[in-house]
Structures are given as structure tokens and as C-alpha cells.
């Protein structure tokens, strides 16, 4: 079958980062026919053939061994060499993947919740990007006969063992690596003098961040280790997360928290108070701070990005959400010569296109075209550092304008698309049940560049959007007070929960 008849069949499609599905569809066949699928893409590339090796890592979710394997084992049937690189940040894995022109997939759900699971699939050179998906699509897999069993299992004798760290090959040199890459680019001392908690949870990321900033010079307390898969979506933060930071930040007199989604290429900071910072912020000051010449970001983010972008003589671009469309945005500014150019994401995660000179000392950062969660948190961190300022004051400076964000869960994408398409037949009777014409003024904009994006008399944006990942509907409110905004998104919330 072609892939694309994998996925009517399975529900295992592409979303916004790669192919995702609940575990129960996820079968070791389907992982196996969409490698499959992916190498014979690459094969067409120039990018694959017999003896090269792939390498393949996952995050720390229960259905992550077994999909590695299945991958591992589609590598093998066609005729390359399977690395297995443990379980590591997405960002680490295309570190070390991208220097040595290696393909690479990492086996991760991302924020999601435990019953789904993914694939994330990238070229030697970078991500795969939209075009790819198509073409991939259209790749026809044929598999082998008796290598499944009747529930699309790989058979019990099958070569290819679980991964775990006995077999992780590359595991600790790649940390090594990654770890590497920011001590040199910012110094043994930068972050000395902090007190930092690291939020660990179920991060895959959780242990090398707290090796980067040790050798960064800061104080560091493990927190909230966990050993059971949560969720953590740094874009609708859960409310017990909010609860503990402040905990945490007050019993510990903490500078600051850090933590990550769970395939670790997405932040999330807190500042002094236990405060969470958004992504998008943290992303604009930290394209700041490290002096960019132009700026992609997706439309959902702050608008806070155009002034600085006024100040500071930016070009800036914004995209459909979703890092490949960020990643062809800042390919395009590249080779017109806007650099350096960065990108960054709502959800905090930072993307860079080329090298990058640090702003005060000696020596420039290599570019890394994917998601990165270590990054941003430290230049949020220097940045505020190195101004004297405690987070929170810090942050209030760099941006006037308020982001928040939450998402309905388990309402399928078809009901989202139906709500939004109601919504746009008739605008005025829809926003007066969400509460939005007494308390924002009139619709003087839309915008549908990725989802249904409106902007009122009073400056307030409300953004809605089916995710691309999950069974949810995405919701993004912005306004000039953070008041204002969880006022907003409680209305819209309630409005479309009914």
C-alpha cells in the first residue's frame, strides 16, 4: 500500500511535527511501513542507501522502546545500518544527526499524553518538511511476509533487541556533544550566581539540562522527577504546574525554574515568583539578545515581536504554526541575506539558520535548524542576568503585550473546523456568546493564515485553531493586561466547551 493508504487505514497521519496516533494504532507494522516509506522517500534524494547508517532515538514514554525497535528494524530490512542513540532530546538527536549528514527519527509524542505516540523523521540536513510529507505519502511499502504477527507486532525472536542503555550506542557521546556546544558558546561563569530549579518530570531532557547549567556556573535543585509520562504542553501549562512553580520558587528562593516538554525541544521558564513566562516572549528576548537581523515566528505569537522589530530595525515574518513552515520562512530570509536569522515558536521552541556571533565575547554558536528548548531558557536567563534584574521585572520591560493560551481536549478536528466555519457564516451572534463584543469591541480583522484569527477595536486578539497533533482545539488570546487575557480565554473556554 501507498503510505497514504497507512494512514486512512491506521488514523496514524501527519500533523504539524511528523506522524502521531494513539499507541493502539501505532503498531510495530505501521511504524515499520512508515520507515520504511521514509528511507525509500530519501532513497529518491539521494539521501539513503545499503550500508548508510540511521539513526534513531525516543523519548521517555512507555510505547518508545518498542516503537525504536520497529523503526530499527525497517532500517535493517532496507538495507541500513540502524544506530540506536538512547533516549535523548529531540534537539541533541539532530545535533549530532545533522553534523555528520545523517537522517535521523525520533520516536516522541512531544506534550501529548501517554496513550499517543509519534514519529518525527529528518533529513540528513534537516527537517522533514511539508514537501517531504507529500512526496512520503505516495512512496508504495511493501512489507515482509511473517515478519508480524495477526496484531502487527513484530514476531517474539525477531534480532533486534528493545533499546535501553545497554544498547543506547551513541547515547553518552551525543549528550557530550550537546552539553558542548552551549558551555562553549557561553562560558564556564555565565550563570554564575543563580539559583535554578529544574523541573525534571518525565523530560527525556531533564538530566542534560541540569549538566548545562552546572556548567554554566549555576546553583542547581532537581524538582518533580517523575517516573510516570506527564504531559507537560508548554503552551497550556496544566494548573497544578502553576501551583507547584510557586511553590517551589518560594520554599527554595529560587532565581528562576526551567523545565521541557517531554522530547525536551520546547521550554518553559518561570521567573522569581514561580511565575511561567510564555514561550513566544522568552522567544523575542531571546532573539534579542542574541542580536538576529530577522525574526520567523508563527501567527500565533506576540505581537510584541513588530515593536521590537520597530526598535530594533528587524525584519521579521510570520508563518503557519508548525516548525517546518518556520524553517522554510527563515531558508527564504537566508538566502536573501536578512541574517542572522532566527525563528521561534509560541510553544518557546528556538530554531537557528546560520551561525551565530555571541554579543560579547569571543566565539559564535553553530546554526541548528529544529526546535531547541536549551537555548532560549538561556538567553532568557543571561538576559536578565546580565541586566540585574530578576526575571520578572525583565520580562515586564521586554514585552508590554500578554499571551496565554489553553486548548479544549478530545474534541475531534472536524468539530473544531465546523465551529470555526460557523463562526465565520455569522461572526456578530458567536462572539456575543463568548463574551468578546461587550468586553473587546468590534471585529475590525480576521486573519485565517492558520486557523481563525481575530483581532477587535480594543487591540485584544482571539485565535482559534484545530491542533494538528491531537483531537483539540487550540486557543490563543492576547491583550494589553494579563487580566484582561485569562478573562478572555475563561469566556471563550466556557462558550465553546457547552
Same mark, same amino acid.
Given at each position: 500500500?501507498?503510505?497514504?493508504?497507512? +494512514? =486512512?487505514?491506521?488514523?496514524?497521519?501527519?500533523?504539524?511535527? #511528523?506522524?502521531?496516533?494513539?499507541v493502539?494504532?501505532?503498531?510495530?507494522?505501521?511504524?515499520?511501513?512508515?520507515?520504511v516509506?521514509?528511507?525509500?522517500?530519501?532513497? @529518491?534524494?539521494?539521501?539513503?542507501?545499503?550500508?548508510?547508517?540511521?539513526?534513531?532515538?525516543?523519548?521517555? @514514554?512507555?510505547s518508545?522502546?518498542?516503537?525504536?525497535?520497529?523503526c530499527?528494524?525497517?532500517?535493517e530490512?532496507?538495507?541500513?545500518?540502524?544506530?540506536?542513540?538512547g533516549?535523548?532530546?529531540?534537539?541533541?538527536?539532530?545535533?549530532?544527526?545533522?553534523?555528520?549528514?545523517?537522517?535521523?527519527?525520533?520516536?516522541?509524542?512531544?506534550?501529548?499524553? /501517554?496513550?499517543?505516540?509519534?514519529?518525527?523523521?529528518?533529513?540528513?540536513? #534537516?527537517?522533514?518538511?511539508?514537501?517531504?510529507?507529500?512526496?512520503?505519502?505516495?512512496?508504495?511499502?511493501?512489507?515482509?511476509?511473517?515478519?508480524?504477527?495477526?496484531q502487527?507486532?513484530?514476531?517474539q /525472536?525477531?534480532?533486534?533487541?528493545?533499546?535501553?542503555?545497554?544498547?543506547?550506542?551513541?547515547?553518552?557521546?551525543?549528550?557530550?556533544?550537546?552539553?558542548q556546544?552551549?558551555?562553549?558558546?557561553?562560558?564556564?561563569?555565565? $550563570?554564575?550566581?543563580?539559583?535554578?530549579?529544574?523541573?525534571?518530570?518525565?523530560?527525556?531532557?531533564?538530566?542534560? %539540562?541540569?549538566?548545562?547549567?552546572?556548567?554554566?556556573?549555576?546553583?542547581?535543585?532537581?524538582?518533580?522527577?517523575?517516573?510516570?509520562?506527564?504531559?507537560?504542553?508548554?503552551?497550556?501549562?496544566?494548573?497544578e504546574?502553576?501551583?507547584?512553580?510557586?511553590?517551589?520558587?518560594t520554599?527554595?528562593?529560587?532565581?528562576?525554574?526551567?523545565t521541557?516538554?517531554?522530547?525536551?525541544?520546547?521550554?518553559?521558564?518561570?521567573?522569581?515568583?514561580? =511565575?511561567?513566562? @510564555?514561550?513566544?516572549?522568552?522567544?523575542?528576548?531571546?532573539?534579542?539578545? $542574541?542580536?538576529?537581523?530577522a525574526?520567523?515566528?508563527?501567527?500565533?505569537? =506576540?505581537?510584541?515581536l513588530?515593536?521590537?522589530?520597530?526598535?530594533?530595525?528587524?525584519?521579521?515574518?510570520?508563518?503557519?504554526? #508548525?516548525?517546518?513552515?518556520?524553517?522554510?520562512? +527563515?531558508?527564504?530570509?537566508?538566502?536573501?541575506?536578512?541574517?542572522?536569522?532566527?525563528?521561534?515558536?509560541?510553544?518557546?521552541?528556538?530554531?537557528?539558520?546560520?551561525? $551565530?556571533?555571541?554579543?560579547?565575547?569571543?566565539?559564535?554558536?553553530?546554526?541548528?535548524?529544529?526546535?531547541?528548548?536549551?537555548?532560549?531558557? %538561556?538567553?532568557?536567563?543571561?538576559?536578565?542576568?546580565?541586566?540585574?534584574?530578576?526575571?520578572?521585572?525583565?520580562?515586564?520591560?521586554?514585552?508590554?503585550?500578554?499571551?496565554?493560551?489553553?486548548?479544549?481536549?478530545?474534541?475531534?478536528?472536524?468539530e473544531?473546523l465546523?465551529?470555526?466555519?460557523?463562526?465565520?457564516?455569522?461572526p456578530?451572534?458567536?462572539?456575543?456568546?463568548?463574551?468578546?463584543?461587550?468586553?473587546?469591541?468590534?471585529l475590525?480583522?480576521?486573519?485565517? %493564515?492558520?486557523?481563525?484569527? +481575530?483581532?477587535?477595536?480594543?487591540?485584544?486578539?482571539?485565535?482559534?485553531?484545530?491542533?494538528?497533533?491531537?483531537?483539540?482545539?487550540?486557543?490563543?488570546?492576547?491583550?494589553?493586561?494579563a487580566?484582561?487575557?485569562?478573562?478572555? %480565554?475563561? =469566556?471563550?473556554?466556557?462558550?465553546?466547551?457547552?
Amino acid at each position: 500500500m501507498k503510505i497514504s493508504e497507512w +494512514m =486512512n487505514r491506521s488514523g496514524v497521519k501527519f500533523g504539524t511535527s #511528523g506522524a502521531r496516533g494513539l499507541v493502539a494504532a501505532m503498531t510495530d507494522e505501521v511504524c515499520f511501513a512508515y520507515t520504511v516509506g521514509f528511507l525509500q522517500h530519501l532513497e @529518491r534524494q539521494g539521501e539513503f542507501k545499503p550500508g548508510q547508517p540511521i539513526t534513531i532515538a525516543g523519548d521517555l @514514554r512507555p510505547s518508545s522502546p518498542r516503537m525504536m525497535r520497529a523503526c530499527m528494524a525497517a532500517v535493517e530490512y532496507m538495507g541500513g545500518k540502524p544506530v540506536c542513540a538512547g533516549f535523548v532530546p529531540t534537539p541533541a538527536l539532530c545535533h549530532h544527526s545533522y553534523s555528520r549528514a545523517m537522517a535521523s527519527i525520533m520516536v516522541t509524542g512531544s506534550h501529548i499524553p /501517554d496513550d499517543r505516540n509519534g514519529l518525527k523523521f529528518n533529513r540528513a540536513q #534537516g527537517e522533514f518538511l511539508k514537501p517531504d510529507e507529500i512526496a512520503m505519502r505516495e512512496e508504495d511499502v511493501t512489507l515482509p511476509d511473517g515478519l508480524f504477527d495477526g496484531q502487527g507486532m513484530l514476531a517474539q /525472536d525477531h534480532a533486534i533487541p528493545l533499546p535501553d542503555q545497554a544498547c543506547s550506542q551513541l547515547q553518552p557521546e551525543l549528550l557530550r556533544q550537546y552539553v558542548q556546544r552551549y558551555e562553549d558558546f557561553f562560558g564556564s561563569s555565565a $550563570l554564575k550566581g543563580l539559583h535554578i530549579g529544574v523541573y525534571q518530570h518525565s523530560a527525556v531532557g531533564r538530566d542534560v %539540562l541540569k549538566v548545562v547549567l552546572e556548567r554554566l556556573g549555576a546553583q542547581v535543585m532537581p524538582l518533580g522527577r517523575s517516573e510516570r509520562f506527564i504531559p507537560v504542553d508548554t503552551e497550556a501549562v496544566r494548573p497544578e504546574d502553576v501551583t507547584l512553580a510557586r511553590q517551589w520558587a518560594t520554599e527554595h528562593g529560587l532565581d528562576a525554574i526551567v523545565t521541557t516538554d517531554g522530547d525536551s525541544d520546547r521550554p518553559l521558564l518561570a521567573d522569581e515568583q514561580g =511565575n511561567w513566562i @510564555r514561550g513566544d516572549v522568552l522567544g523575542l528576548v531571546s532573539a534579542g539578545w $542574541l542580536g538576529a537581523g530577522a525574526v520567523v515566528t508563527p501567527i500565533s505569537s =506576540n505581537t510584541g515581536l513588530e515593536e521590537m522589530a520597530r526598535q530594533q530595525g528587524l525584519q521579521t515574518r510570520r508563518t503557519r504554526i #508548525g516548525s517546518p513552515f518556520v524553517i522554510e520562512a +527563515m531558508t527564504e530570509l537566508t538566502k536573501a541575506g536578512q541574517g542572522p536569522v532566527v525563528g521561534y515558536e509560541a510553544n518557546g521552541g528556538f530554531l537557528t539558520a546560520e551561525a $551565530l556571533p555571541h554579543p560579547t565575547r569571543d566565539g559564535s554558536l553553530a546554526p541548528l535548524p529544529t526546535r531547541d528548548a536549551v537555548l532560549p531558557l %538561556l538567553c532568557g536567563l543571561m538576559a536578565a542576568h546580565e541586566n540585574k534584574l530578576p526575571l520578572s521585572a525583565y520580562f515586564k520591560k521586554a514585552c508590554q503585550r500578554v499571551t496565554v493560551s489553553d486548548r479544549i481536549q478530545n474534541k475531534p478536528r472536524e468539530e473544531s473546523l465546523g465551529l470555526i466555519q460557523a463562526l465565520r457564516a455569522e461572526p456578530a451572534g458567536h462572539l456575543e456568546k463568548m463574551g468578546l463584543t461587550a468586553q473587546c469591541g468590534a471585529l475590525v480583522d480576521t486573519n485565517e %493564515l492558520d486557523g481563525h484569527r +481575530m483581532t477587535f477595536s480594543s487591540g485584544d486578539v482571539v485565535h482559534l485553531r484545530p491542533s494538528g497533533n491531537a483531537p483539540e482545539l487550540r486557543i490563543y488570546i492576547e491583550s494589553d493586561s494579563a487580566q484582561k487575557a485569562e478573562q478572555l %480565554l475563561a =469566556n471563550v473556554l466556557k462558550a465553546l466547551s457547552q
